[in-house]
């Protein structure tokens, strides 16, 4: 069965520093979305993703997050300048219509 | 604002035990609910999704209701067992597509 695909499962970083999360959709899938829960709290919606562009954003992500498909196949989710609040799990999700597929999970460490 | 809230927010039951978890959005522009299961640290398996011209799903054990009327959803476990411990999600789909998430019931049954 089609499975969403993250990398990498942890990543550590400094504050300040940059990172980026890739998410590999479902291959059919038109729909990109990037959730996040920090460590205790609900999942919250960051962005969704649709022909090439974002369809709608959270107050979460300000201008410090940015999304892209550079290849056609992968999604990635970058944080320009990590804070230590941006330590959380970080879920791509992905959709042919309405239903949505999850990943694993991306554990960002904010050091 | 929309938000889905979730009670109770711990349940400790013994096993064989028949249990029925809460759901409730405040907005009836949530269509479609989704219910999934979260160990700790982990990510999110997809249990069931209910469309919004359905009442009901069922998989196995599980049953799951939808009633936008009244704006609550229920997830029914039957015949709990050890390995149903986890942490239960639901969240709904508003109109643009994302999904909002209640804080969900942490789940132990008891051997």
């Known amino acids: 069965e089609p499975e969403v695909t993250q990398t990498p499962s942890h990543q550590v970083t400094q504050m300040g520093q940059e990172v980026i999360l890739r998410c590999v959709p479902i291959s059919n899938h038109l729909y990109f979305y990037w959730y996040r829960q920090i460590l205790g709290q609900k999942v919250e919606f960051l962005v969704s993703?649709?022909?090439?562009?974002?369809?709608?954003k959270s107050e979460i992500f300000d201008d410090q997050f940015s999304v892209e498909r550079p290849d056609g196949s992968n999604f990635t989710l970058k944080i320009r300048s990590t804070k230590l609040e941006d330590s959380a799990m970080y879920f791509c999700?992905?959709?042919?219509?309405?239903?949505?597929?999850f990943g694993p999970g991306t554990r960002l460490t904010v050091t | 604002k929309q938000e889905v809230t979730q009670i109770p927010a711990a349940l400790s039951v013994p096993e064989g035990e028949n249990l029925v978890l809460n759901c409730s959005f405040t907005d009836s522009a949530i269509y479609n609910l989704q219910w999934f299961r979260q160990d700790p640290g982990k990510g999110l398996t997809s249990l069931l999704l209910i469309q919004s011209s359905q009442r009901e799903q069922t998989s196995g054990r599980l049953n799951a209701s939808l009633d936008k009327s009244s704006g609550r959803s229920t997830l029914y476990i039957a015949a709990s067992q050890p390995g149903d411990s986890a942490t239960y999600l639901c969240?709904?789909?508003?109109?643009?597509?994302?999904?909002?998430f209640g804080q969900g019931t942490e789940l132990s049954v008891k051997p």
């Open positions: 993703f649709y022909n090439n562009e974002i369809s709608e």
């Open positions: 969240a709904g789909y508003n109109q643009g597509g994302k999904l909002i």
């Open positions: 999700a992905t959709s042919y219509t309405y239903e949505q597929y």
